[in-house]
Nanobody, 115 residues
């Protein structure tokens, strides 16, 4: 069983930066993909970015060039660095990990960007 805990959310002004951290309770070094989704009020949850065990990354078009995802397998942690934040980035951000043919989710962390 894997448990994920996100941290680092908060409220910022447009153009500022935030870094999210997702820590896993178990050994996720053999996990497949890890990543982040977000969900804004009234909208469906959307994929923001993911990173494979081998370090291959992919991003949604809306965050490409502004967000960076990374992982530290030794510390069972995945990171999301968010730069040049926009009001439309406001959402609850959820991390996930695909492990042993299951997807595990964190509880979410709120990111609010004001103009």
């Amino acid at each position: 069983q894997v448990q994920l805990v996100e941290s680092g959310g908060g409220s910022v002004q447009a153009g500022e930066s935030l870094s999210l951290v997702c820590s896993a309770s178990g050994d996720i070094s053999r996990s497949n993909a890890m990543g982040w989704y977000r969900q804004a009020p009234g909208r469906q949850r959307e994929l923001v970015a993911f990173i494979t065990r081998g370090g291959v990354t992919d991003y949604s078009d809306s965050v490409e060039g502004r967000f960076t995802i990374s992982r530290n397998n030794a510390k069972n942690t995945v990171f999301l660095e968010m730069n040049s934040l926009k009001p439309e980035d406001t959402a609850v951000y959820y991390c996930y990990v695909d492990y042993d043919f299951k997807r595990y989710w964190g509880q979410g962390t709120q990111v609010t960007v004001s103009s």
